[in-house]
């Protein structure tokens, strides 16, 4: 796999997408959480931070497919540079106006999460351009699956770590500008400035979700979702109960560490029924190599079983990107991509919302069990759907 991404890397610009993605990645992983930290201290209430952090959430999935419908109809270099600025300005403004009213946070949190460059989905479609050899592309879904990875652990502790030592404005501030920085240079890039989207077919307002193969898919993206946010509360919750609050990031990153190394070494297959029996297997897996963590065992031992559930992450991610590009109707490519992301966020939002009572009124392992329902419902969505996803994936590679 190390061979094919050397290959990947070595198209022109391929080295500067990567940066870039992952730039964007670590932004967004960090950008959250400094928001809390930074109205938490300015505001004294939690309340306040956590809500204008859902509404930072919730700007991002309401804005981003639009956003994503914009792209594939004019291109990506003006739609990325605007929300760029939407992005950038409101976060400047949450840090200029932190004893404003709570409704003109909520707003600014909101257009900051709408205008969040959807550069990860851009890149792809790049990709697709660039990438003739199908080996390449394939390989391209698997690196883009570990720097997701990447992103997931260095945002949150790189946040963490500049509010240790400077004021927390300084975290929303340079997460803000990561994320203008690296849209500016990636818009700048030729192959997006020459990108232009596949002629639309389908007209309806429905775009790609017109698709059932492809909704199907989004739906069990959201159920992985609740699996993320409610690992990340049983994390958080785990480490707590052992008296070790800080040790939830070496449990995350235990499970960030097995996603690497599944994403570098287990492979998806790449025909139409392959393909789709990898995406069934995989979201299986995910479920069983969930299971252990519903039992009671030390800090070390957890990490250990953290990295056991994430070994098919990062696979059944590659899975699920290939999947998504092979079903989305033409012309709605980085919208599909983004309805993915966006079901997956929202499913992270609900499974931290929901796990957080129930570990309250219960243990870590109610968040556990919680995960395991999120990767049943996708799987078993997998699985009722394989046919479906085969005869899509089928006509699509014919095609």
Same mark, same amino acid.
């Given at each position: 796999m190390?061979?094919?991404? /050397? !290959?990947?890397? &070595?198209?022109p610009y391929?080295?500067?997408?990567?940066?870039?993605?992952?730039?964007?990645?670590?932004s967004?992983g960090a950008? #959250?959480l400094?928001?809390v930290?930074f109205?938490?201290?300015t505001?004294?209430?939690?309340?306040?931070? =956590?809500a204008?952090?859902g509404?930072?959430?919730?700007?991002?999935?309401?804005?981003?497919p +639009? #956003?994503g419908r914009?792209?594939d109809?004019?291109?990506?270099?003006?739609?990325?540079? %605007?929300g760029?600025?939407?992005? !950038?300005?409101s976060?400047?403004a949450?840090?200029a106006?932190?004893?404003a009213?709570?409704p003109v946070?909520?707003?600014?949190?909101a257009?900051?999460?709408?205008?969040?460059?959807p550069v990860?989905a851009?890149v792809r479609?790049?990709?697709?351009?660039?990438?003739?050899d199908?080996?390449?592309?394939? &390989?391209?879904y698997?690196?883009e699956? #570990?720097?997701?990875?990447?992103?997931?652990?260095? !945002?949150?502790?790189?946040?963490? %770590?500049?509010?240790a030592?400077?004021?927390?404005?300084?975290?929303?501030a340079a997460?803000a500008l990561?994320a203008?920085?690296?849209t500016?240079v990636?818009?700048?890039t030729?192959?997006?400035?020459?990108? /232009?989207?596949?002629?639309?077919?389908e /007209? !309806?307002?429905?775009?790609?979700?017109s698709?059932?193969?492809?909704?199907?898919?989004?739906?069990?993206?959201?159920?992985i979702?609740v699996?993320?946010?409610?690992?990340?509360?049983?994390a958080?919750?785990?480490?707590?109960?052992g008296?070790?609050a800080?040790?939830? =990031?070496?449990?995350?990153?235990?499970?960030a560490?097995?996603?690497?190394v599944?994403?570098?070494?287990l492979?998806?297959?790449?025909d139409?029924?392959a393909l789709?029996?990898?995406?069934?297997v995989f979201s299986?897996?995910?479920t069983a190599?969930?299971?252990?963590?519903l039992l009671?065992?030390?800090?070390? #031992?957890?990490?250990?079983?953290?990295?056991?559930?994430?070994?098919?992450?990062?696979?059944l991610n590659?899975?699920a990107y290939?999947?998504?590009d092979l079903?989305?109707?033409?012309?709605?490519?980085t919208?599909?991509?983004i309805?993915?992301?966006t079901a997956t966020? =929202?499913?992270t939002?609900?499974?931290?919302?929901v796990?957080?009572?129930?570990?309250?009124?219960?243990? +870590?392992?109610?968040a556990?069990?919680?995960?395991v329902?999120g990767?049943?419902?996708? %799987?078993?969505?997998?699985?009722?759907?394989?046919?479906?996803?085969?005869?899509r994936?089928t006509?699509?590679?014919?095609r």
């Amino acid at each position: 796999m190390i061979k094919r991404w /050397r !290959g990947v890397l &070595a198209h022109p610009y391929a080295t500067r997408l990567v940066l870039t993605n992952l730039a964007v990645r670590v932004s967004a992983g960090a950008v #959250v959480l400094s928001l809390v930290l930074f109205l938490e201290d300015t505001r004294g209430s939690f309340a306040a931070a =956590g809500a204008v952090a859902g509404a930072y959430g919730i700007g991002t999935a309401l804005g981003s497919p +639009p #956003v994503g419908r914009l792209i594939d109809r004019f291109g990506q270099t003006w739609t990325l540079l %605007a929300g760029a600025a939407v992005h !950038g300005l409101s976060l400047v403004a949450v840090i200029a106006l932190p004893s404003a009213p709570l409704p003109v946070l909520l707003a600014l949190g909101a257009l900051a999460g709408a205008g969040r460059p959807p550069v990860p989905a851009c890149v792809r479609s790049l990709w697709i351009e660039m990438l003739r050899d199908e080996d390449e592309r394939r &390989a391209s879904y698997r690196l883009e699956s #570990v720097v997701l990875e990447l992103g997931f652990i260095a !945002g949150p502790v790189l946040a963490g %770590a500049m509010v240790a030592v400077l004021p927390a404005a300084w975290a929303v501030a340079a997460s803000a500008l990561v994320a203008v920085v690296a849209t500016l240079v990636f818009a700048a890039t030729p192959p997006s400035r020459a990108w /232009r989207g596949e002629r639309r077919k389908e /007209r !309806g307002p429905a775009g790609p979700l017109s698709s059932p193969a492809l909704l199907s898919l989004i739906t069990a993206r959201a159920g992985i979702g609740v699996t993320i946010g409610a690992v990340q509360v049983g994390a958080a919750a785990a480490a707590t109960l052992g008296a070790a609050a800080g040790a939830s =990031g070496i449990l995350l990153g235990g499970f960030a560490v097995g996603s690497l190394v599944g994403g570098m070494t287990l492979k998806v297959a790449h025909d139409a029924t392959a393909l789709t029996r990898s995406y069934l297997v995989f979201s299986v897996a995910m479920t069983a190599g969930l299971v252990p963590l519903l039992l009671p065992a030390d800090l070390w #031992v957890l990490v250990a079983l953290f990295a056991v559930a994430g070994l098919s992450m990062a696979p059944l991610n590659a899975a699920a990107y290939e999947i998504t590009d092979l079903t989305a109707p033409p012309g709605t490519g980085t919208e599909a991509r983004i309805w993915t992301s966006t079901a997956t966020a =929202g499913g992270t939002a609900l499974g931290s919302a929901v796990a957080g009572p129930l570990v309250d009124a219960s243990s +870590p392992q109610s968040a556990f069990l919680l995960a395991v329902a999120g990767a049943l419902l996708a %799987a078993v969505i997998a699985v009722s759907t394989r046919s479906l996803l085969r005869t899509r994936v089928t006509a699509a590679l014919i095609r």
